[in-house]
């Protein structure tokens, strides 16, 4: 099975901290995405990206940036955190429509 | 662009009950559907998929779901509902056979299992 493994499941960080929040897939997919989940509104593409430091934006992305330098790894950059990032946020990794799997989430809160 | 629309936010039956869960798709595309399940802080696993072929698809723990192309829907079902089925449902779209763009989400059905 695919595994696809977020660094942190709990996270609480200061307003104006640049937080970082790590992902990792061991099946060589080309596929990466961050989404953000918050009640209400479901899940929220932030950002995404195809190939090893390629990157496309999301529908929300304002206020995040990605980094990948490896085929395995996709990190999401708060460059400043803010209250209003306070959210579960979940890492996925796909090759083709065949499954998307995600990561268990990191509840990220802001204070 | 894609969107998906869950009708109800809470969904309550009772145990034994049938399950319906109602998803709405809008494509310009021929779409890839899913249905994904989240229990309590756990991250989403796979309930079932659409992509080519059979338009009713059975997945996992008993559910299928039906893609009704004249209706836009890919409402999921399960014919008796048990205490272990409480959690959130999320109906998901794509347009993409690469997989690369993603997946746009419903805002969820939280279902409720009575007793």
């Known amino acids: 099975d695919v595994k696809v493994t977020q660094s942190s499941r709990y996270l609480v960080k200061r307003t104006g901290e640049k937080v970082f929040l790590e992902c990792v897939q061991d099946m060589d997919h080309e596929n990466m995405f961050w989404y953000r989940q918050d009640p209400g509104l479901g899940l929220r593409l932030i950002y995404f990206s195809y190939d090893v430091k390629m990157k496309e934006k999301g529908d929300i992305p304002e206020g995040y940036s990605v980094s990948r330098e490896k085929k395995e790894r996709f990190s999401l950059i708060l460059e400043s955190a803010s209250t209003n990032q306070t959210s579960m946020y979940l890492c996925?990794?796909?090759?083709?429509?065949?499954?998307?799997?995600f990561g268990s989430g990191t509840r990220l809160t802001v204070v | 662009a894609q969107s998906v629309t869950q009708l109800g936010s809470h969904v309550s039956v009772s145990e034994g009950a049938l399950v319906l869960l109602r998803c709405n798709y809008s494509s310009s595309v021929p779409p890839y559907l899913f249905w994904y399940v989240q229990y309590p802080n756990q991250g989403l696993q796979l309930l079932l998929k659409?992509?080519?072929?059979?338009?009713l698809v059975k997945g996992i723990n008993g559910f299928e779901a039906e893609f009704k192309k004249s209706e836009t829907s890919f409402h999921l079902t399960k014919p008796s509902a048990h205490m272990s089925d409480a959690a959130e449902y999320f109906c998901a779209v794509s347009t993409d056979s690469r997989g690369a763009d993603g997946l746009t989400f419903g805002k969820g059905t939280h279902l409720i299992i009575q007793p």
């Open positions: 996925a990794s796909t090759q083709g429509t065949y499954g998307y799997t």
């Open positions: 659409y992509t080519t072929g059979a338009t």
